[in-house]
C-alpha cells in the first residue's frame, strides 16, 4: 500500500492512533497529542515492550486523568515479542505512575484491560465508513500493526499514514551488551525493530512511504540540562512542563536517554523542523546474529518498496523550543 497518496484528514485535523510501549518519553508524547494544534488523539494502545504491562497501564489511567481526556480510549495489545527487553528497562513505568503530579490520581483500569486490537480494528473501520483515515503514530514495535492486518488486509484502507520511531540505518544500534547475552547483542539493531523483527519485515513489504524516525535522527536529542532547567521554570505556571519536568528527572543519570518519541511524535504538527527525508529501500535481517537490523538496499533493488526515512532536523534548537511551548500551556487547558 503506497501512503503518500491520496489520503488527508477531513476538517483540518489528524486523528491519530498512538501504539507505544509505555516508556517516560512516550507518556509525554501521550501529552504532547492532546496539546497539539490540529490533532485529534483517537486512542492509545500499549504494547507490553518497554514495560511491564499492568503498571503501564496503571500510569496510563492516571496520565490520563490528570490531562482530562477520560474520553481517549486506552488499550493493551495482545502482541508478544520475539526478543524481551531487559528487566532494568520495563520498570521506568513504575517510576513514571509515581511522580508528583499523578500522586493524587487513583488507576481505573478493568480487568481484563481493553483489547488493543480490537480497539484498533474498530477504529479502522470507523475510519473507512467516516472516510476519515487514520496516523498511525507508532513508537513502539510494529507487531500490533500486523496482527490486525494480517487477518483483515482490507483495514489498511483506514490509514492515512505510518510514522514510526525505530531503526538504526547509518549509526550503531542500541543493544546493550551489558543487558544481553552475546550471542544476540549485534551492533546494528535498534530495540523496536529487535523486538520483534518479523513485524518490521511485514510493514516493509507491505506499505510504502513509511515515514521513519531512526536512531540516526533521535541520538541529536538529548535530554538536556538546558531543557531540564526550562521545564523546571515553566513548570512554576503550568502543570503540563511540571510533570514533564519530573518525568524526565527521572533519567538524568541514564546519559545514554534520547527524545527517541518526542522526535517522531513532533514531526506531525512541525514538519518544518526537519531535514527533507530521503526515500529509501529497506529491508530487516530476521534471522542470525544481526537479527533486528533494519538496512538500506542499493537504490537499484528492484520490487522493494521505498520509505521515507529522516536523518536530521533543520532546526534543532527550534525543536526542543517547540516542545517548550507546547508544554507551558495554561494549567487551567
Same mark, same amino acid.
Given at each position: ?93 513504575i517510576s513514571f505512575g509515581e511522580i508528583p503530579s499523578l500522586k493524587e490520581f487513583k488507576p481505573e483500569v478493568t480487568t481484563p484491560p481493553l483489547d488493543g486490537e480490537e480497539l484498533l480494528v474498530k477504529l479502522l473501520k470507523t475510519a473507512i465508513s467516516d472516510k476519515d483515515p487514520l496516523t498511525l503514530l507508532i513508537t513502539g514495535p ?8 494480517e487477518g483483515s488486509a482490507e483495514l489498511a484502507d483506514g490509514i492515512a499514514s505510518i510514522v514510526w520511531m525505530g531503526g538504526a540505518i547509518e549509526v550503531d544500534g542500541n543493544l546493550d551488551p551489558k543487558t544481553l547475552p552475546s550471542a544476540v547483542a549485534n551492533t546494528h539493531a535498534e530495540w523496536n525493530a529487535f523486538w520483534d523483527p ?31 532547567? +526550562? #521545564? ?6 503550568? /502543570?503540563?512542563? !511540571?510533570?514533564? *519536568?519530573?518525568?524526565?528527572? $527521572? ?44 538496512? +538500506? #538496499? ?6 522493494? /518498496?521505498?520509505? !521515507?526515512?529522516? *536523518?536530521?532536523?533543520?532546526? $534543532? ?17
Open positions: 500500500m503506497d501512503l503518500s497518496t491520496a489520503k488527508t484528514a477531513a476538517k483540518g485535523r489528524q486523528r491519530v492512533v498512538f501504539v507505544q510501549d509505555a516508556a517516560i518519553d512516550e507518556y509525554i508524547c501521550t501529552m504532547l497529542l492532546t496539546l497539539m494544534p490540529g490533532i485529534d488523539l483517537a486512542g492509545v494502545i500499549i504494547v507490553n515492550a518497554d514495560c511491564l504491562a499492568e503498571p503501564a497501564m496503571q500510569a496510563a489511567s492516571k496520565l490520563q486523568q490528570f490531562l482530562r481526556r477520560k474520553d481517549v480510549p486506552v488499550a493493551l495489545s495482545r502482541a508478544r515479542g520475539w526478543n524481551a527487553f531487559p528487566w532494568d528497562y520495563r520498570s521506568d513505568c510494529l507487531t500490533p500493526l500486523q496482527m490486525v492486518l518479523y513485524a518490521v519485515d511485514y510493514a516493509l513489504k507491505h506499505f510504502h512511504d513509511i515515514r521513519i524516525f531512526p536512531l540516526d535522527i533521535s541520538n541529536t536529542a538529548p535530554v538536556k540540562k538546558e531543557f531540564l532547567n +526550562s #521545564l523546571q521554570e515553566l513548570g512554576k505556571k503550568s /502543570r503540563y512542563a !511540571q510533570l514533564a *519536568f519530573e518525568a524526565y528527572s $527521572l533519567v538524568t543519570k541514564e546519559e545514554f536517554y534520547r527524545l527517541w518519541d518526542v522526535t517522531a511524535t513532533c514531526w506531525l504538527t512541525r514538519p518544518d523542523l526537519y531535514t527533507g527525508p530521503r526515500s529509501l529501500p529497506l529491508e530487516i535481517v530476521t534471522w542470525g546474529f544481526e537479527q533486528g537490523w533494519v538496512r +538500506s #538496499l542499493a537504490a537499484t533493488e528492484s520490487g522493494v /518498496r521505498r520509505q !521515507q526515512v529522516y *536523518f536530521s532536523f533543520s532546526d $534543532l534548537p527550534g525543536f526542543y523550543e517547540y516542545i517548550l511551548q507546547l508544554l507551558s500551556a495554561p494549567s487551567d487547558q
